[in-house]
């Protein structure tokens, strides 16, 4: 999903949420949309609905309608999550989650009468970014940034664990653990968003293919295929 009116979030959260979002779905774009892998996990609110619901990381694209009106989010940082869920990122992999099966009932039936009592998207983010911030159960793994700086290098796994002084099985888990996927998996994600930044941002495929990564732009074409279930044109509308 496209994330519009993307804001930073204030400093006390900034540790935590990479930003909030907000979301205008109006009737005429309610059909199916493709939602595709980009290592992040959502706390999202439906004005209209009221449904308050968890997207958790994806491996795979996930075509799904949405019904009309706003939606506000906030976004955690990648693997940040689990501080903020209290579950690991794994167990809400390829899944759309009740915030209410993570949180207490009540909590989450608290917070959501509360956004719908604001009047406005900026105070729904304010409210979204306090009670994600005060449900903060654990410190993150302070081995994320190592791995996501490695990750985005292409490290190769056996590096990857000895640079932060872990046995290959041991590193699978926390990856898994923070992120929901292995190593292999997370650089496979992480290097797609990447390529999709780039192309979004008009440079061309073979030089966005060089730019991430790629062997070249047969594989890029591969991998977007593999993780978005279209061609790089498709997925981009050239």
Request: charged share 20%.
């Amino acid at each position: 999903m496209d994330r519009y009116l993307e804001h930073p979030v204030a400093p006390p959260a900034r540790g935590l949420l990479t930003c909030v979002w907000s979301r205008r779905i109006a009737p005429a774009d309610t059909g199916p949309h493709r939602i595709v892998p980009d290592g992040c996990v959502d706390v999202i609110w439906h004005r209209d609905s009221g449904e308050l619901l968890v997207a958790g990381p994806d491996t795979r694209a996930h075509v799904a309608s949405t019904a009309p009106g706003e939606l506000v989010g906030a976004r955690f940082h990648t693997g940040r999550s689990p501080a903020g869920l209290g579950v690991p990122a794994d167990a809400l992999r390829d899944g759309r989650v009740a915030l209410a099966d993570l949180w207490r009932p009540d909590r989450a039936r608290r917070l959501a009468d509360a956004l719908a009592a604001t009047g406005s998207i900026t105070a729904a983010q304010a409210v979204l970014t306090d009670a994600v911030r005060a449900g903060v159960r654990a410190e993150a793994d302070p081995a994320v940034p190592a791995l996501l700086h490695l990750a985005r290098d292409g490290a190769r796994v056996g590096a990857m664990a000895e640079a932060v002084g872990l046995t290959e099985r041991q590193l699978h888990r926390r990856c898994l653990a923070a992120f929901g996927y292995g190593a292999k998996v997370l650089q496979r994600v992480l290097r797609f968003d990447q390529a999709m930044l780039l192309a979004r941002g008009g440079t061309a495929l073979v030089d966005v293919a060089y730019r991430a990564g790629y062997a070249d732009q047969a594989h890029l074409s591969q991998e977007v295929k593999a993780l978005a279930g279209v061609s790089p044109t498709e997925l981009l509308g050239i």
